[in-house]
């Protein structure tokens, strides 16, 4: 049998959006004022042909599981709970960030998604998300995938991809 190349399934859809806040810190002592996008998330699978149904992943759950993932973050202020110079504290149902060491906000807890990254860059957001869905595809007991690579766009024709392979 002639052998067979390489298969990769790809997810891009209206829905899988979230229109968020956030702020980015630079190099030295810049940093944005509070500002939102609306960010559009696709996902690309490698790997293996389930045998059983020659697919590698199922799109009806891959697009369940991205939505999710979407919603969790959407009509929220991202912030960075692994920043050296943006501390997030809460306390009860609000939020305090300072940055550099000065106060700067005070949020509703509910309004608020607090993410395990130390800056809220598409490349990082990006890279959580492929975090969180290698979880979820996991659980769904998929086999045999071999890559994940993630796009965050959070502005016409401005987006940034992260690329996992996968043991
Ligand atoms: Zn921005």
Same mark, same amino acid.
């Given at each position: 049998m002639q052998p067979r190349g390489e298969f990769r399934v790809s997810v891009t859809k209206d829905y899988l959006v979230f229109a968020s806040a956030h702020f980015i810190t630079f190099a030295g002592h810049r940093c944005e004022g509070l500002h939102g996008h609306n960010y559009r998330a696709s996902v690309t699978i490698e790997g293996a042909?389930? #045998? #059983?149904?020659? @697919?590698? @992943?199922d799109f009806v759950e891959l697009k369940r599981i991205m939505k999710q993932l979407c919603d969790e973050i959407d009509h929220l202020v991202l912030l960075p709970t692994k920043s050296d110079r943006v501390k997030v504290t809460e306390d009860g149902d609000v939020v305090s960030v300072s940055v550099d060491g000065k106060q700067r906000y005070v949020f509703p807890?509910?309004?608020?998604a607090l993410l395990?990254?130390?800056?809220?860059t598409v490349e990082m957001i990006a890279e959580m998300l492929t975090d969180r869905l290698r979880v979820h595809l996991e659980q769904s007991g998929a086999r045999g995938l071999t890559a994940i690579e993630m796009e965050i766009e959070e502005n016409f024709g401005q987006s940034a991809f992260y690329r996992v392979g996968l043991p």
């Open positions: 042909l389930n #045998e #059983e149904s020659w @697919f590698v @992943f807890r509910k309004d608020c395990p990254i130390p800056n809220t």
